[in-house]
């Protein structure tokens, strides 16, 4: 059993990077020859047939549950962070196949090729650097205004504790808050289990149970910090429910 399982962990990590330098070819033209107003229908159709391509040939699937529709405008969209599937799961479980950016590290822009990708398709952010964060503030109220949508892991990054949510950081929040741009709640359940925690080469057969929350309007919380606890209650209340059953 363990052997399959390696063995199979292996063929999803082989086909997750056939499947992204085939993305790598099939992109780059688009990211050279047109220009950044076409981004978001790249973002809205691209995500979602990738996502599919990486996940199914992988053996997983995604369950969505909750919101079935949004209307077509932009929102920040806040998720948890357990694996490297996430944004294909998020991808392929976002109703009404919404575009969007995505906070990223900085680190990103190392990489040859990738780096001109992921400047059309992410925000970049050093969480080392005070000037850095400040300029992807400005970059998310900028996209959010302008009508695009961005994700954002209020974790800052991949959860590596032992609990079901790390602590939330307060800067996307409270700049949710302070535009009282519309916030729709992404709760991924079963990620780590299709890809367990620091085995980023094995990939598992499974089902992933994606959430969507109603549009919520940060303002109608009393605060900032009401607003982060309300999140992660409601998060909260998915993960443990999801463990009782």
């Known amino acids: 059993m ?13 086909w997750f990077g056939i499947i992204c330098g085939l993305a790598l070819v099939l992109i780059l033209p688009f990211h050279l020859f047109f220009p950044s107003s076409y981004d978001k229908y790249f973002q809205r159709y691209w995500y979602q047939v990738l ?21 077509d405008k932009a929102y920040m ?6 694996t490297a599937m996430d944004i294909p799961i998020q991808a392929m479980g976002i109703p009404s196949a919404i575009p969007f950016k995505f ?19 992410a925000i970049l952010v050093d969480r080392d650097s005070t000037e850095s964060r ?3 503030k400005q970059a ?14 209020p974790e800052g990054g991949r959860n590596r504790t032992t609990s079901a949510l790390a602590p939330f950081k307060m800067g996307s929040l409270a700049l949710a808050y302070e535009h009282n741009f519309p916030v729709v709640v992404n709760t991924v359940v079963g990620a780590n289990r299709v890809n367990p925690l620091g085995k ?19 303002q109608r919380y009393s605060s900032a910090l009401a607003f982060r606890q309300g999140i992660e209650e409601m998060m909260l209340n998915i993960l443990e429910e999801q463990d009782r059953s």
């Open 140 to 153: 998310i109220v900028e996209a959010i205004q302008g009508g695009q949508s961005v994700l954002i892991y």
């Open 134 to 136: 400040q300029a992807s």
């Open 200 to 218: 980023y080469l094995e990939l598992r057969p499974g089902i992933v149970n994606s959430h969507w929350s109603e549009v919520i309007e940060p």
């Open 51 to 71: 996502g599919r391509f990486v996940l199914y040939g992988s053996g997983i699937f995604v369950r969505r549950h909750g919101a079935t529709c949004y209307e």
């Open 2 to 14: 363990i052997l399959l399982r390696r063995i199979w962990g292996c063929w999803g990590f082989i």
């Open 103 to 121: 906070l990223a590290k900085s680190s990103v822009s190392k990489i040859p090729v990738l780096s001109s990708i992921a400047l059309r398709c």
């Open 77 to 82: 969209i806040l998720a948890n962070h357990t």
